[in-house]
């Protein structure tokens, strides 16, 4: 499974979104809040096996499906 695909699941079965988009701002959009955004962490961490570092930690990295997917794999490549 596609990580985008992973992180999608994780949103819609956390915060109880029926749909969210790839580019759909997170914050922007009200989709989760920054306690939601710790979470997405969490699972970043957890599931996807990437550490992530508290310099990491800004909306370019973790503020919509597209960023937190690009963060993964850019994580990995450098692993």
Excluded: C, H
């Excluded at 749909?19 to 599931?47: C, P, R, T, W, Y």
């Excluded at 937190?68 to 692993?79: K, L, N, S, T």
């Amino acid at each position: 499974m596609r990580v985008q695909d992973r992180v999608r699941e994780f949103i819609k079965q956390n915060f109880l979104i029926d749909e969210v988009g790839d580019e759909q701002s997170f914050l922007g959009d009200g989709v989760i809040d920054s306690l939601g955004i710790m979470q997405v962490v969490a699972f970043v961490e957890a599931e996807l096996g990437s550490k992530v570092p508290d310099t990491d930690l800004v909306p370019d990295n973790f503020d919509s499906i597209a960023r937190v997917a690009a963060y993964v794999e850019r994580m990995r490549r450098a692993a």
